[in-house]
């Protein structure tokens, strides 16, 4: 972004108030440079309230929620923040992404994470309809968030940079779950509080590297290699004993305890990692990596140097899953700008300028 945008302010629509987007209306209300115009809900029981009630935020905003999807297009704002879920209704927010992009409006979204980089991940036809309404548009769509995002691409890739030798890049998720109060994905989609002897939606054939693939595939292109596979591999464990999280019960027995990787593949060798050490309860898999703190994103470069970075995660109520969510909302929120003044088209990390808290720093 040139010095002839920094003083331009950015129309904007929050779509969703799930458990990112309400972070979202915040941050796009703690952006000097962007202008809440518009708010989307599924949920009839919202329409009509302010979004400063609805993102909890103790004052009004004076944006009423509603359900109107036209009527928001309509408004012809800069940019849409879409947060809605779309593991589980994929084409769905596939079509509404598209007629976002059709009708001029930049989006950056929390979803589907494959077309944070896609190419190489999934078929061309998942992906080129997308592009073609970003092209038919004029407008751009970036899809990122913490994980995939932030944490897995910028942040790495930063780390590389003072590299002499790289021989592995492993970037890790390390947390425990039990406060994420989102029973669909915990029980549902990662199948925890299951029997071990079933297999969960994300541990089908192909739905990890879906998932995560862009992570390896990006990191390959930033790093200018070609991997030869992408593989999966995952182990599980059982709760020892019955205990509550937010989003329900886990019973004795059943799965509590999730250690994923998806290894880029280059003659023989794992050259780039993506690991998810995920627990429902900290006494879980001790022989597992351990976190930073509550909970962490880590990087390791093995080679010349070798490095560990550690992202402690914490947000202000003193929950790491709060400040997870935080941080995959306002990685959107905060890429705003940059993405409205980049040319149409699908981005990547790979095509934005350093994001940065422009205008956050309290006076």
């Known amino acids: 972004m040139d010095e002839t945008h920094r003083d331009k302010t950015y129309r904007v629509v929050a779509w969703s108030t799930g458990n990112v987007g309400v972070h979202a209306i915040a941050g796009i209300d703690a952006r000097p440079d962007l202008e809440l115009v518009g708010l989307w809900v599924s949920n009839p029981d919202k329409v009509g309230r302010d979004a400063g009630e609805l993102a909890r935020l103790g004052r009004p905003l004076g944006v009423a929620a509603t359900d109107d999807a036209e009527a928001l297009l309509a408004l012809r ?162 709760a020892t004993h019955t205990f509550d999280v937010d989003a329900g019960t886990i019973e004795a027995g059943t799965a509590a305890a999730l250690h994923f990787e998806l290894r880029g593949m280059r003659n023989g060798t794992a050259r780039i990692v993506l690991e998810h050490v995920t627990r429902l309860h900290d006494d879980l898999g001790p022989e597992w990596p351990q976190p930073a703190g509550h909970g962490c994103y880590r990087v390791q470069v093995t080679g010349e140097p070798d490095y560990t970075l550690d992202l402690q995660l914490l947000g202000s109520d003193g929950d790491h899953n709060t400040a997870g969510l935080k941080a995959t909302a306002m990685r959107l929120v905060n890429a705003v700008p940059a993405v409205v003044e980049s040319p149409a088209g699908l981005l990547t990390a790979l095509d934005l300028p350093p994001i940065t808290g422009r205008g956050l720093v309290s006076p």
């Open 77 to 238: 704002p800069d940019a849409i923040v879409h947060t809605a879920m779309a593991d589980n209704r994929l084409f769905e927010a596939l079509e509404d992404i598209q007629r976002m992009l059709r009708a001029g409006i930049n989006v950056v979204s929390s979803g589907p994470v494959f077309l944070q980089y896609p190419f190489g991940v999934v078929d061309p036809s998942m992906i080129d309809p997308t592009v073609e309404a970003a092209r038919e548009g004029g407008a751009s769509l970036f899809v990122n968030g913490v994980d995939p995002g932030f944490a897995n691409d910028a942040l790495p890739l930063v780390l590389t940079g003072v590299s002499e030798r790289i021989d592995e890049v492993r970037v890790s998720e390390i947390l425990n779950y039990n406060t994420y109060n989102q029973p669909m994905v915990l029980f549902d989609i990662m199948g925890f509080g299951r029997p071990l002897d079933q297999v969960p939606m994300i541990l089908q054939p192909g739905v990890l590297s879906m998932a995560w693939g862009s992570v390896v595939r990006q990191l390959a292109a930033g790093l200018g290699i070609e991997l030869d596979s992408v593989d999966e591999w995952y182990e599980r464990l059982p």
